[in-house]
């Protein structure tokens, strides 16, 4: 008899794979931005069905494949898993305290910096005639 | 930096200008404006020296090593008086249009 196709690990390796690539797509939106929950259900799934898959491929090894490959795609998403839990709790908390920060109440350091068209923008451009300014400083896109 | 481009008309409408500073140069900085959709400025600051200034730098945290910009936010009143600022402590969250314009108003009625 042919052993059928064992398809819950391949979807459940698939739906870790998503876990992980999805992240970009996720942080677009703001319920989904500050903490990757979405990502984590999608690894959840995906490890809800690899043990799925893997418990049939052993407890019943002549009526469905997938000892080898099942075992490959597991240890793949849990190191996929293990990455991306890295970078979301530590990598992405390794921030400078940053404590020689203007605070509320200075004086904002003056600058002049060129903009998208090479135009120089100084603050005291920013602030004749408005009510204030907003600084947003980022990392970069490279 | 999209959430705000998207809630710019709201700056606008209190007199508040927003800029983005990081150390990309006006090149990359014209790409994204043209790319994302951006219409306020995007600062180039490839030396990192205001960046330095304001206490934000990220020694060494650039693909190659380079130092950049943490994500940081200040809200700057027209005397320029830092009326409201936002360390993050982690790169994937950071202020949201609603906190500094919440932040504007409570400023004002201060």
């Known amino acids: ?142 | 930096m999209r959430s705000f481009q998207q809630r710019l008309s709201e700056f606008d409408a209190r007199g508040l200008r927003v800029v983005a500073i990081s150390v990309d140069t006006p090149e990359i900085n014209q790409r994204q404006c043209r790319k994302l959709g951006y219409t306020f400025s995007l600062l180039s600051d490839p030396k990192a020296e205001v960046i330095r200034r304001y206490g934000v730098l990220h020694p060494g945290a650039g693909p190659k090593h380079e130092d950049i910009a943490r994500p940081a936010e200040f809200l700057v009143d027209s005397t320029g008086t830092v009326r409201w600022v936002n360390l993050t402590e982690n790169i994937a969250v950071r202020a949201r249009p609603k906190e500094v314009l919440k932040a504007f108003e409570q400023s004002r009625n201060d």
């Open chain 1, 1 to 142: 008899m042919k052993r059928s196709w064992n398809w819950t690990l391949w979807i459940g390796f698939f739906s870790a794979l998503a876990g992980f690539l999805t992240y970009p797509f996720f942080t677009q939106f703001p319920a989904t931005r500050d903490f990757p929950w979405a990502n984590f259900l999608l690894f959840g799934v995906g490890g809800v069905l690899l043990l799925a898959g893997l418990v049939r491929a052993f407890g019943k090894p002549k009526l469905y494949r997938g000892k080898i490959f099942g075992s490959i795609l597991a240890t793949l998403s849990l190191l996929g898993f293990c990455l991306f839990a890295y970078l979301i709790f530590f990598e992405l908390k390794q921030v400078p305290a940053s404590t020689g920060a203007p605070r509320v109440g200075q004086k904002a350091p003056e600058f002049t910096l060129p903009d998208q068209n090479n135009k120089p923008i100084a603050l005291a451009d920013l602030l004749s005639g408005s009510k204030g300014a907003v600084l947003i400083f980022y990392r970069g896109f490279w």
